[in-house]
């Protein structure tokens, strides 16, 4: 069963703008983390955000915020004031700690900025 | 400065050989991964080491096969039994270390073509 949910295979938004980027995630273990990832078009991942599913507040880094919905089991990444190089893919992942830090990730959102 | 290091960024293999993917860590960490990324999706789990001469399979390790000799070093053998080799392949590390998020970090990628 598919454990990350992204559905937007690809989104655009005007530059300055916010944007919200869905994620969900299927689970039973009551200790988990989620994680979102930007690869730009060179193929590095690199890591944004992380949420713990214990976690009281909101992930905050920057210009980057996590929409954390325990009971609706959704994480969605917010960029605000979006620039041209956020233009990337963006993957949601998540991680069960009885595997062993095993990640588990979506198909990914293709992100592109307009001018 | 630390990071993860992957050789070569671009690869070429012919029918019935077998190629081996370098992925180097200074970054202290116990764990390592190696995924593989075909275009146009998300990340597959191929093998993943928790510590040093020992691994486990992923999701998809039929064709693949590694070793853990040092704890900075994980290499990843495409074999000929892999008939379907060519995609973006990223190698991954993260802390065992407790505190903190357990967020893993990638190297820059191989891109593995078959001739």
């Known amino acids: 069963a598919q454990k990350i949910t992204q559905t937007q295979p690809g989104m655009f938004v005007q530059e300055k703008e916010a944007v919200t980027l869905d994620c969900t995630y299927d689970t039973s273990d009551p200790s988990y983390g989620l994680f979102w990832y930007k690869q730009p078009s060179s193929g590095e991942m690199i890591f944004l955000i992380y949420q713990g599913s214990y976690d009281q507040q909101n992930a905050t880094e920057g210009r980057y915020s996590l929409n954390f919905q325990k009971a609706r089991k959704s994480a969605n990444l917010v960029i605000s004031a979006s620039q041209l190089g956020d233009s990337a893919m963006y993957f949601c992942?998540?991680?069960?700690?009885?595997?062993?830090?095993?990640?588990?990730f979506g198909t990914g959102t293709s992100l592109t900025v307009i001018p | 400065d630390g990071g993860i290091t992957q050789s070569p960024k671009y690869l070429f293999r012919k029918e019935g050989q077998n190629v081996t993917l370098s992925c180097e860590q200074n970054l202290n960490h116990d764990a390592m991964y190696w995924y593989r990324q075909d275009p146009g999706q998300g990340l597959r789990l191929i093998y993943y080491?928790?510590?040093?001469?020992?691994?486990q399979k992923g999701d998809i390790a039929e064709g693949y096969s590694v070793s853990r000799e040092k704890k900075e070093s994980f290499p990843l053998t495409v074999t000929s039994a892999q008939k379907n080799p060519t995609a973006f392949y990223l190698c991954a590390s993260s802390s065992r270390l407790a505190g903190g998020p357990k967020t893993q970090y990638f190297g820059p990628g191989t891109r593995l073509l078959v001739l």
């Open positions: 992942a998540m991680s069960l700690s009885n595997t062993g830090n095993q990640f588990y």
């Open positions: 080491s928790q510590i040093v001469n020992d691994f």
